[in-house]
């Protein structure tokens, strides 16, 4: 899987470098033997941003993207996206992807991570409960399901790496919160394509049956 999620990566138009960052000297061996670039970690991290942060110190950039290992199906094309979206507005030191969700069991799965946003697409809070609660059905919102991709201008990441982890963060398990905790603004960015996180054998037989139809539409 990871060697599926590191070449999709470096297919997305703007992307001028891939490199896997893991405490995990099995995973290194892993990419080296497929040709990719990884650098072992401190074992230390608590979440995938203060993991990359480590390596986009070494790294002279202006955008990092964090692609994590666990969302096989997230598309080339988004990834772009979110990195133009960041590139365009130098106010912007935070942005990530939302979608619509379509199947009411997402909205109560707890493994599917919520995200409501403002008038202008900016973040308000990410959950793994039902948000927003629906009251009135006259006007019901759209509920957006969080892809776990972000965008950071590097000199916010190493600032952002520095600071403790939140109270919502920890309770939610959520590192995201620890930005909007700290008064960061996160720009989220609409995509319609599907979108699975490996975190049960449910999800990843998800994971697989999408790429599988991918791989069939393509050819």
């Keep these: 899987m990871i060697e599926h999620v590191y070449r999709h990566a470096a297919t997305a138009n703007g992307v001028d470098a891939v490199a896997v960052a893991t405490d995990d000297k099995r995973i290194v061996a892993a990419v080296a033997a497929f040709g990719g670039v990884a650098r072992l970690t401190k074992t230390s991290h608590q979440s995938g941003t203060d993991r990359i942060a480590e390596l986009a110190a070494e790294i002279p950039c202006e955008i990092v993207i964090n692609l994590q290992a666990d969302e096989p199906t997230t598309e080339p094309e988004t990834i772009s996206n979110l990195a133009q979206e960041i590139s365009k507005d130098p106010a912007i030191k ?3 992807v939302r979608r619509p969700i379509t199947d009411q069991s997402d909205y109560a799965n707890p493994n599917v991570v919520k995200v409501v946003i403002n008038c202008n697409g900016d973040a308000l809070y990410f959950s793994r409960s039902p948000i927003p609660f629906a009251s009135n059905a006259a006007h019901s919102a759209t509920v957006f399901q969080h892809i776990g991709l972000y965008a950071y201008r590097r000199s916010f990441l190493l600032n952002y790496a520095n600071l403790k982890p939140s ?9 995201q919160l620890r930005a ?4 960061v603004r996160i720009k989220t960015i609409e995509t319609s394509a599907e979108s699975i996180g490996v975190d049960t054998p449910e999800s990843l037989e998800q994971a697989r049956q999408i790429l599988s139809l991918n791989s069939r539409v393509k050819t």
């Design 94 to 96: 935070m942005a990530t």
């Design 167 to 175: 109270p919502l963060e920890l309770a939610e398990s959520l590192e």
């Design 180 to 183: 909007l905790e700290n008064g």
